[in-house]
């Protein structure tokens, strides 16, 4: 019998926060309010909003094709264009469901995904989404402009973040010429303000789950992080997570436990299984194993952000992205978070169409069991491509790490007594 987790209040006022964004964008397109820009989830999104744009994410439409467990429905009509079934289940399944007219938006009111007036990509995460923006830029007749950011980033240099502000600073003439209006400086520095203290929020809601018990787990982050992409520079974000934190805070002055009778604490690496995102929290709950960080929510965490400097903090935020980074500075980052969230062990994804965001395949997982002492788990699966995840291997594969780590527990207690 599965543990019933612990819901959270603020789920309601993330409803309203979302379907109202959803509804500014469906009004853009409908009463032309605004002109619409694409943007990946980490690009310039603070520009985007000072030029006027309602800005669409489809990384986020994307994660609703997942999380809604219809994506799979729409990969093989993209894979019958030619992309590939390796290629990043994000783009196909976002492709296929343009090319069979449906959309998840629909519930929002909107018949399919805005039509872009300009696409504007940031490859820092991957070159997947450089081609995303292609293919509809192809559609539409749209322009689509970007940054080429530097990937595999040891230790970040000033020539790195020269070369991402410079081409910033290059996006700005076809920025206002498609939205009409000159780039005015002070609602740049107000979208960046904006951007900076939803991230201050956001991260002060993330380290709630450093406290034992955790309220907040990284099932629920992936749900509760939906502001933070989708309203970056807007001051909704930061509206939003003054109501979660309270929540959060309220919880460990009253000891709620986000996990009933919580006894393991795990780390996670990587993309969310999306379509699976309810039964790996069930499953991890039966086991009273409270996933409670993750690089992943963390990914939108951009303490940089400066309203004084705008274009080299937002180059600098660009150029340290973990994603964007080498394996010495991905894993000097894990070990500062299995420090601070003080967890057992760590769960990485194997995501099947998404090296970019798998940190398995070059030993990663080993050399950071070696130095830290603690175990490890490579979890098979994908993002959204529901063919590369096994129920049953992954609960063995779980239930056999529990039993692994309350073993080296036990043993641990044995030595210190
Ligand atoms: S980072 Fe991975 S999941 Fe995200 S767009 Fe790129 S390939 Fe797709």
């Given amino acids: 019998m599965a543990e019933a987790r612990t819901e959270l209040r603020s789920t309601a006022a993330l409803r309203d926060t979302m379907s109202a964004y959803y509804k500014t964008l469906g009004d853009a397109v409908t009463t032309k309010s605004a002109p619409v820009a694409w943007c990946t989830s980490v690009g310039p999104a603070e520009l985007l909003r000072a030029l006027g744009f309602a800005v669409h994410f489809p990384e986020n439409h994307a994660a609703m094709l997942g999380a809604g467990r219809t994506a799979n429905k729409y990969l093989p009509v993209a ?25 998840p938006l629909s519930a929002f009111g909107l018949t399919g995904v805005p039509r872009a007036d300009v696409l504007v990509f940031n490859t820092n ?55 009409g209006v000159r780039l005015d400086g002070g609602r740049l520095a107000a979208a960046m303000k904006s951007a900076r203290e939803a991230s201050e929020l956001w991260e002060r809601c993330l380290h709630t789950a450093a406290n034992k018990p955790s309220p907040f787990t990284f099932f629920d982050g ?7 992409v989708v309203l970056r520079g807007a001051p909704e974000a930061a509206a939003y997570y003054h109501v979660l934190l309270a929540e959060l805070e309220e919880r460990v002055r009253g000891g ?5 009778g919580e006894t393991l604490r795990l780390y996670w690496d990587g993309m969310p299984v999306w379509g699976r995102l309810r039964a790996l929290s069930t499953t991890f709950a039966e086991f009273h194993t409270a996933v409670v960080a993750s690089t992943y929510c963390n990914s939108w965490i951009f303490s940089m952000l400066d309203p004084a400097d705008p274009w080299r903090s937002m180059a600098r ?16 980052y894990i070990e500062r978070m299995v420090e601070l969230y003080d967890v057992d062990g760590i769960v990485f994804h194997d995501c099947r169409t998404c090296p970019n965001n798998t940190n398995t395949r070059y030993g990663m997982p080993r050399r950071l069991s070696d130095k830290l002492g603690i175990p490890t788990l490579v979890l098979d699966g994908d993002v959204n491509d529901l063919r590369c995840f096994s129920d049953e291997q992954a609960r063995t594969n779980i239930e056999g790490f529990v039993e692994q780590l309350s073993d080296a527990r036990t043993h641990a207690s044995r030595v210190t007594r």
Wanted: hydrophobic residues 40%; glycine residues 8%.
């Fill in 256 to 260: 709620v436990q986000a996990v009933p």
């Fill in 222 to 228: 992936t749900i509760h992080m939906g502001p933070a």
């Fill in 79 to 103: 894979h019958a264009q030619g992309y590939s079934q390796d290629i990043c289940s994000y783009l196909t399944s976002d492709v296929g469901a343009y090319l069979a007219g449906e959309s």
């Fill in 125 to 179: 995460q991957c070159r997947d989404v450089r081609d995303w923006f292609e293919w509809y830029g192809r559609q539409w007749n749209a322009p689509v402009v970007g940054i080429n950011s530097p990937r595999s980033v040891g230790d970040v240099t000033d020539a790195e973040v020269d070369d991402v502000t410079a081409q910033l600073e290059a996006l700005v003439p076809v920025l206002e010429s498609v939205a």
């Fill in 317 to 332: 935020a660009s150029v340290e992205l973990f994603i964007a980074r080498s394996d010495g500075p991905k894993e000097r």
